[in-house]
């Protein structure tokens, strides 16, 4: 146990009074640290501990004036000696219990960063335990900005994390703080991510985890589907949100005569059966898919600061659930497909997905997405890109309407397609011969 | 066919020699004594002196000679009786052999191979059991080929041997008991590519040579644990399989290397900083390692055994990387 003395802070000082108290009885004091504001008549100054341990007691009070020497507070070597327990786990736990005359070098780690004594007191006031700060100043000296992002770091819970989880919870826009880790030194993994955003895609390589979801979605009551409606409007919400906050779109739209393609269509589809006829739609899917071929600057993926064109065209399809929310699962390899085949295939993918039973890959894969709006009367739509993919094309209702060409006026069927698209990977030129490739093709539908 | 690991390599110089008449063997007692390590017993009386051709205890001599064999026109294998020894032919491997197509502007190719035994496991003390084939892995010009299977025992020669320029050929001494079940068609194999030994999804343990057995035994283990590891045998450590071993991170996102090297600038640090280069945002957890202990491979049989890269030390690495996520 040592008192704290009222310090002679100049040759003419023989009094000063206490203006504060920097600690309080049970804070822990290091050399140097800041204990006490002292006014000297001329100035208050702050005044430092030449002891450590924590404080017992506060012997002048504040507004007291006393005579240099006077003892100001006392401070017990160790937490036992004080009645308080210790705030803090205290940096060095002393083991032994008889108390040593102020042993100056017995305490601080060596390997500590040296540090200006208003510096220590801050970091004593925030908390923040020094011994981990990397200094930023002279000699390496911790500065006030250093244990501020210490702390800073330390509130904003800083969540250890691998790049892979933090890729990953950027793409689903989901918080890495808040989430538990289960990897290496409890770092936050990609499974802890998928978990976290409720997501139902498995690491298909556990067999454990697989089943669990299967017999869950097979057995879920109505309840939980009006939960799994929120849940799907949500990763709508998020993803929306996360491509028009990072994906610069630009837009093009343009008005295509259908005549050609609808008078084809009509032909086929007078040999044929009913159930066999060709819609609209297929022709403009086979279109945009081909197209996407030919200008691949619209095909492909947007990760990691650069452009990965696909060679592939697989096309996802914008399909709208009956009890709200939207799935664009892609028809794979579209522009390779005849129009029937694509036609089949779009019947059973919108089937399957209004059934919730779409496979994952068609979710995944989608290199370049179409939304037709058509169906409700909507003469145009300029979409929302789904990240990563770089492109999304709409086509609005196909409807007669006044056509002028060489001079005449005529009325044609014909339809608004429109391109969103991603202006880090192409710009208004390439989106332009991507739309009036589509309308090119549509001029040729035999050759579709 | 069952075959051991040293009769594959046999059966591969056997295939060479009767191949092509420029193919001979030569090194420190594989002809009368046939070889160190046996795997040439029997050859000389097959194919005669002229081309299994035993040599004076130099290795820089006979290392030097083989180059200017290959240089004349011959396709000569150097057998070097083990890799510590090899470092007495240093200057002909690397000043010579590895750099005479540069020196030359492309005019001089060496087409020579040299076969060496690696490893330890045997207590035959540190100047007999170092495993220094990543040291030669950092030399340009040359080729490193480290079979661990009887198929790559018995197909990599030839491969090898049809390459313009010199290569070598890693055998672990722990592997040469070893049998199993080879092929009777076994032949050449490509020495490119590094291979999955084992599927898996959840860590990529990455070796190499005489490591394979025990990464598989430790894989199998971690199946138990339930942890589905896939093993990547390297089968060349220079150049190196760069997308393999980043395929398959990219799958598991967690890797293990395990190298009987040393850990401190070793091949297992050349794989890590590939991987971290390459592959650090598919990565859900540093790379991990499992070398040999930092000193001259021990002669004691336990303290050898401690020294190395174990199945314990393997399977503690994998978790330590899955983390308890799995």
New interface residues.
């Given amino acids: 146990m040592g008192d704290f003395l009222m310090p002679s802070l100049g040759a003419d000082m023989d009094h000063g009074k206490v203006v504060e108290w920097l600690v309080k009885p049970g804070d822990y004091v290091r050399r140097g640290d800041l204990v006490a504001v002292v006014d000297t008549d001329k100035t208050t100054m702050d005044v430092e501990s030449f002891q450590e341990g924590v404080v017992a007691d506060l012997l002048v009070a504040i507004g007291q004036t006393v005579p240099v020497g006077t003892p100001l507070a006392r401070i017990a070597q160790t937490p036992a000696e004080t009645g308080h327990p210790a705030p803090e786990p205290t940096p060095s736990p002393e083991a032994s219990p008889t108390p040593e005359p102020a042993p100056p070098t017995k305490e601080a780690p060596t390997n500590e960063a040296p540090m200006a004594p208003p510096v220590r007191h801050l970091a004593h006031q925030l908390g923040v335990d020094t011994a981990g700060i990397r200094g930023s100043g002279k000699n390496g000296a911790v500065t006030r900005a250093d244990v501020e992002h210490a702390r800073a770091a330390r509130r904003g819970g800083r969540t250890r994390s691998s790049p892979r989880a933090r890729g990953l919870a950027a793409e689903l826009g989901v918080e890495l703080a808040g989430i538990s880790g289960t990897g290496p030194g409890g770092a936050v993994t990609e499974s802890d991510v998928r978990r976290s955003a409720g997501s139902r895609q498995p690491a298909p390589s556990t067999p454990a985890e697989v089943k669990a979801p299967r017999q869950e979605a097979a057995t879920a009551k109505p309840a939980a589907a009006g939960e799994r409606v929120a849940s799907l409007r949500r990763a709508v919400g998020t993803l929306m949100t996360r491509s028009k906050r990072t994906i610069p779109h630009y837009y093009l739209g343009t008005t295509v005569d259908l005549r050609a393609s609808l008078d084809w269509m009509q032909s086929v589809n007078a040999r044929r059966p009913v159930a066999d006829r060709l819609v609209p739609s297929a022709l403009l899917l086979k279109a945009a898919a081909l197209a996407a071929r030919d200008v691949p600057d619209v095909n492909g993926f947007y990760s990691a600061g650069a452009f990965r064109p696909s060679a592939a065209v697989h096309l996802g399809v914008a399909v709208a659930l009956r009890h709200g929310g939207l799935v664009a699962p892609a028809i794979h390899d579209a522009d390779t497909l005849t129009v029937d085949e694509l036609m089949k295939k779009l019947r059973d993918l919108v089937g399957r997905a209004r059934a919730g039973r779409l496979q994952r890959a068609e979710m995944a894969d989608p290199t370049i997405t179409v939304t037709n709006l058509g169906d409700l009367g909507v003469e145009s739509v300029y979409g929302v890109i789904y990240p990563p993919q770089v492109a999304l094309v709409g086509f609005g209702r196909v409807m007669e309407q006044p056509w002028a060409q060489d001079g005449l006026l005529g009325v044609r069927p014909a339809v608004v397609a429109t391109l969103s698209a991603d202006h880090r990977v192409s710009d208004g030129l390439r989106g332009g011969r991507y739309l009036a490739r589509i309308d090119e093709l549509l001029q040729q539908p035999e050759e579709l | 066919m069952k075959s051991s690991y040293r009769e594959a390599v046999r059966a591969g110089i056997r295939d060479a020699l009767q191949r092509d008449p420029r193919v001979f063997l030569m090194g420190e007692d594989v002809g009368a004594y046939g070889g160190s390590f046996a795997v040439s017993l029997g050859l000389l009386e097959e194919f005669g002196p002229e081309r299994i051709r035993d040599t004076p205890l130099s290795e820089s001599g006979f290392v030097g000679a083989g180059i200017g064999a290959a240089l004349g026109g011959m396709r000569p294998i150097v057998e070097i009786m083990t890799v510590n020894f090899s470092l007495l032919a240093l200057d002909q491997i690397v000043n010579n052999a590895a750099s005479l197509l540069h020196m030359s502007g492309g005019q001089f190719h060496v087409p020579l191979v040299i076969r060496m035994t690696t490893g330890a496991g045997r207590q035959l003390g540190a100047q007999h059991s170092h495993s220094l084939e990543g040291w030669y892995a950092h030399i340009p010009g040359l080729r490193i080929l480290v079979p661990a299977t009887l198929e790559d025992a018995r197909g990599m020669l030839w491969t090898a041997l049809e390459d313009p320029d010199p290569v070598l050929i890693f055998e672990h001494g722990s592997l040469y008991n070893v049998t199993g079940e080879l092929d009777d068609g076994a032949g050449p194999v490509d020495i490119d590519t590094a291979a999955i030994r084992r599927p ?3 860590v990529s343990l990455i070796t190499y040579g005489g490591t394979l057995p025990a990464v598989l035994e430790a894989a199998e283990q971690l199946a138990d644990a ?1 942890v ?1 590891a896939e093993v990547l045998d390297l089968r060349t450590l220079r150049p190196l399989d760069d997308d393999a071993i980043l395929a398959s991170v990219a799958k ?2 967690r890797s293990v290397v395990v190298d009987e090297g040393w850990r401190s600038g070793g091949i297992s640090a050349e794989l890590s900083a590939r991987i971290t280069e390459n592959a ?7 790379v991990g390692r499992v070398c040999s202990a930092e000193v001259p491979i021990p002669y004691a049989r336990h303290m050898e055994a401690a020294a190395l890269p174990s199945v314990e030390r393997i399977v503690a690495a994998a978790r ?7």
């Fill in positions: 898996g999804g959840d339930g589905d598991t996102r650090f945002y598919e990565l859900d957890a540093p330590e990387v899955t983390g308890n996520g799995g």
